[in-house]
């Protein structure tokens, strides 16, 4: 999962070694202190904007 500001070049991401919640908290601080618009590159379903499942996501019924 990686969020990335729509207005300057902060960008944060699961690959990077960060939690979810840590992710969530650094995405948050950076809209706090800027006043930035923050796009995810995962719908809250769990499926990557490309359509491919994210990672660390589960398929419904497996």
């Known amino acids: 999962m ?3 500001c ?3 070049g ?3 991401s699961t690959e990077e070694g960060y ?3 840590q992710l969530s908290r650094k995405t948050i ?3 706090v202190e800027t006043a930035h618009s923050i796009e ?3 719908r809250s379903d769990g499926v990557t904007v490309d359509g491919a ?3 660390g996501s589960r398929t419904p019924g497996l």
């Open 2 to 4: 990686k969020h990335y």
């Open 6 to 8: 729509l207005e300057c």
């Open 10 to 12: 902060w960008a944060a």
């Open 19 to 21: 939690t979810g919640s």
């Open 29 to 31: 601080d950076h809209f």
């Open 40 to 42: 995810s590159d995962t």
């Open 53 to 55: 499942p994210a990672p």
